[in-house]
């Protein structure tokens, strides 16, 4: 009777292995697998948020990583460097009138200059004696000097006018955020860059390289981190009037998934990170599960070097943007080929790149064997037990 169960036993362990190795591939995983990406990008039926796949090497590695986008918008590289400043209500003013004879309005016998101090008012006006209420807002100082000299004609004598812009509070622009004195910034007749706007508002309390400065003109917005107004000086922009400038502390992060031996959210420890120093925060790969050919990047590229990856042949897929200016580009690693050690020291991580390492296709097969076959045999094993 027993070594009939027993052979019931063994007919049902052989009928369970059947079935678990035809559903193998249903067994849990903590992501796909590098001929699965492969197989997704090469069958045509990717996603409509389709990628590019680049098999990373020295051709493309400088490329890559000296790539600069454009980090904003025209509307703010339009402006240059030297503008002539609008007078603006609240401006403070030193109008200097001199005349040439003592027995102007103006002029003593001491002196044939009178300095007169004004605040332009509500209304725009600054108030002249003897030429009255005048326009000032919206003009530019060489403006309101030719308009009060004509005010002045036919009651001063032959008068001359200079008009100093003492505090040009209207033409200024405000610095918020991780800085050490945020406040209101003139901006000088010989202009304002990103950087000196900073420098002015006491500096970055935190690295240069953990700090996105922000600016808002009218209705546009841009950022960009400082080591990278640094590192590409197209970035420090000239400030216009009515800029604000917002810097934040905003530490850059990675993502590392699948066999590596510490997932999570990894922070940045340095200015700059390669990504063998990023496999090696995670502890590396795990040598039981780890794929060493399937080892991925993924990272949201700017559109113009993910069409030159495509049209250079570094890579293959479709230039569908995931938003507007940027595709998503996977960038694939094989570590059995030494090369790719070197390659890994070059290349330089980012800001939200997500680190992924595909598991073995003999790792799924352990762990079949660990969590289906294992427990069959020791059923067996229980089973024989009982028989003997």
Same mark, same amino acid.
């Given at each position: 009777?027993?070594?009939?169960?027993?052979?019931?036993?063994?007919?049902?362990?052989?009928?369970?292995?059947?079935?678990?190795?035809?559903?193998?591939?249903?067994?849990?995983?903590?992501?796909?697998?590098?001929?699965?990406?492969?197989?997704?990008?090469?069958?045509?039926?990717?996603?409509?948020?389709?990628?590019?796949?680049?098999?990373?090497?020295?051709?493309?590695?400088?490329?890559?990583?000296?790539?600069?986008?454009?980090?904003?918008?025209?509307?703010?590289?339009?402006?240059g460097?030297?503008?002539?400043?609008?007078?603006?209500?609240?401006?403070?003013?030193?109008?200097?009138?001199?005349?040439?004879?003592?027995?102007?309005?103006?002029?003593?016998?001491?002196?044939?200059?009178?300095?007169?101090?004004?605040?332009?008012?509500e209304d725009?006006?600054?108030?002249?004696?003897?030429?009255?209420?005048?326009?000032?807002?919206?003009?530019?100082?060489?403006?309101?000097?030719?308009?009060?000299e004509?005010?002045?004609?036919?009651?001063?004598?032959?008068?001359?006018?200079?008009?100093?812009?003492?505090?040009?509070?209207?033409?200024?622009?405000?610095?918020?955020?991780?800085?050490?004195?945020?406040?209101?910034?003139?901006v000088?007749?010989?202009?304002?860059?990103?950087?000196?706007?900073?420098?002015?508002a006491?500096?970055?309390?935190?690295?240069?390289?953990?700090?996105?400065?922000?600016? #808002?003109?009218?209705?546009?917005?841009?950022?960009?981190?400082?080591?990278?107004?640094v590192?590409?000086?197209?970035?420090?922009?000239?400030?216009?009037?009515?800029?604000?400038?917002?810097?934040?502390h905003?530490?850059?992060?990675?993502?590392?998934?699948?066999?590596?031996?510490?997932?999570?959210?990894?922070?940045?420890?340095?200015?700059?990170?390669?990504?063998?120093?990023?496999?090696?925060?995670?502890?590396?790969?795990?040598?039981?599960?780890?794929?060493?050919?399937?080892?991925?990047?993924?990272?949201?590229?700017?559109?113009?070097?993910?069409?030159?990856?495509?049209?250079?042949?570094?890579g293959?897929?479709?230039?569908?943007?995931?938003?507007?200016?940027?595709?998503?580009?996977?960038?694939?690693?094989?570590?059995?080929?030494?090369?790719?050690?070197?390659?890994?020291?070059?290349?330089?991580?980012?800001?939200?790149?997500?680190?992924?390492?595909?598991?073995?296709? #003999?790792?799924e097969?352990?762990?079949?064997?660990a969590?289906?076959?294992?427990?069959?045999?020791?059923?067996?094993?229980?089973?024989?037990?009982?028989?003997?």
């Open positions: 009777m027993l070594s009939k169960i027993f052979d019931c036993c063994r007919l049902a362990m052989a009928a369970a292995v059947l079935l678990a190795i035809a559903a193998c591939s249903t067994l849990p995983g903590n992501g796909p697998t590098a001929m699965d990406i492969a197989l997704h990008q090469a069958d045509g039926k990717a996603a409509p948020n389709a990628y590019v796949m680049v098999r990373l090497d020295t051709a493309a590695l400088d490329k890559i990583n000296f790539f600069q986008p454009v980090s904003f918008p025209r509307e703010f590289r339009a402006l460097g030297q503008w002539r400043p609008r007078i603006g209500v609240g401006d403070r003013l030193v109008i200097n009138i001199w005349e040439p004879s003592q027995d102007g309005v103006f002029a003593t016998a001491e002196h044939k200059q009178t300095s007169l101090r004004a605040v332009v008012d725009g006006k600054v108030y002249i004696p003897y030429a009255g209420r005048i326009r000032a807002a919206g003009r530019k100082v060489e403006e309101l000097r030719s308009a009060i004509e005010g002045l004609r036919g009651k001063a004598v032959e008068p001359q006018v200079q008009v100093l812009l003492e505090d040009n509070q209207a033409n200024s622009v405000v610095v918020v955020g991780d800085v050490a004195r945020p406040g209101q910034l003139p000088p007749i010989r202009g304002l860059r990103l950087v000196e706007a900073i420098a002015l006491g500096g970055t309390r935190e690295a240069t390289y953990e700090t996105v400065a922000t600016i #808002t003109r009218g209705d546009h917005s841009g950022a960009v981190r400082l080591d990278e107004v590192s590409h000086p197209s970035n420090n922009i000239w400030l216009a009037p009515g800029d604000n400038v917002l810097v934040l905003k530490p850059r992060t990675y993502s590392a998934f699948g066999a590596v031996k510490t997932s999570g959210l990894i922070p940045f420890k340095s200015e700059s990170v390669s990504l063998a120093e990023a496999l090696a925060q995670v502890g590396g790969l795990i040598d039981t599960r780890a794929d060493a050919g399937g080892v991925f990047l993924l990272r949201l590229e700017d559109r113009l070097l993910a069409q030159w990856l495509v049209e250079t042949g570094q293959i897929g479709k230039l569908d943007s995931y938003a507007p200016g940027v595709t998503p580009v996977i960038y694939r690693l094989d570590f059995k080929n030494p090369q790719a050690f070197f390659t890994a020291q070059g290349f330089r991580m980012r800001d939200k790149d997500v680190l992924y390492v595909a598991n073995h296709p #003999t790792a097969l352990g762990k079949f064997l969590t289906i076959v294992s427990p069959l045999l020791g059923t067996a094993r229980s089973a024989s037990s009982i028989g003997n």
